[in-house]
């Protein structure tokens, strides 16, 4: 039996999961015979074809690296597009980081998501299922499949049902009340999102304060910062003390130099800004088999390593080995 084909061009291989939308596949252009292998996305209820033609229409809008991007369709009568296939783990299998690794991927997702907010696109579903890992550790946003367009006048929504998981969609789209959708929905998602980086457990309550407090519930100071700079301003009830997607990105900027000052200064004794686990111990550097060699360019010279004296310190982790170097003079 021949495989399953779709459109002039698509084999399947095997089907890779099934999202709440739709079958996902794995296929190949049996035209080109290159064997690179794509991803076919099909719509599994033809009552839901005006959201599937909205997630093919944001994604042919966003170009942009860090969103799927659609590079087939047919809105036939069995509705499928195909986008990259991501190799990578899904965020839901990455946690918990540590807090500095949280914010590398945290600040790497705003990215995309404020790009959409840019070109008037509100993504209202952002969650670890969503959003993949690509072969360089960049998380890319996959399903604008409940994709809001700011600047039409949207029917979607006069159906008034749930959209977006429950466990991470802010509280004025739960039971459809969507009547002013705002980009803050996806502020609230991200925060939440971070928090399941950072703890590898759900935002149980809808308010930060006391009893959800990060830092106590993770007994490590540094998350002060995220829960104070972060959380308070994108996982509460009301939209507008949520700041923009944009804006959190900045503040993740700003914790990660205050966490590498503070919390990681380059000290005998200090934690590995590398791992995060180990702490730095001094390292006795033996430098006679080591050549330094000086380039001047510009009058294109080479001298040899006796011309040149540095004078340095290093430290090194007690776990992961990585090498902190200083020049003293
Ligand atoms: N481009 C892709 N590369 C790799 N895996 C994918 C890709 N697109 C989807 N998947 C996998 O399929 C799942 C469902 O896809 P998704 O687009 O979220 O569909 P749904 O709208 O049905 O939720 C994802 O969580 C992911 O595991
Ligand atoms: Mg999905």
New binding site residues.
Partial sequence: MSAKRYGNKWECIEQLGE????HIFLVKDFTSGNGEVYVLKRLKNLNRIERFEQEIKAGMELNHLQIAPILDFSLDEKPYFITKRYSGSLLTNLAPLQPLQALEIFIKICDPVAFAHSKGIVHR?L?P??IILDEKDNPVI??F?ICYFTDENNRLTETMEQVGSRFYIAPELEDGRSISITYSVDSYSLGKILYFLLTGKIFARENYDGANDLSALCKNPQLDYISQRILAKSVVNKPDQRISVEALKQEAITIRRLLYEHFYPNKIGSQCRFCGEGVYQPLNLNLDGLQVWNYVQSNATIRSPNDFRLRCEAIACSTCGNIQWFKID
């Fill in positions: 999202g709440g939308q739709s579903d969650k299922d969503n996959l399903d499949g």
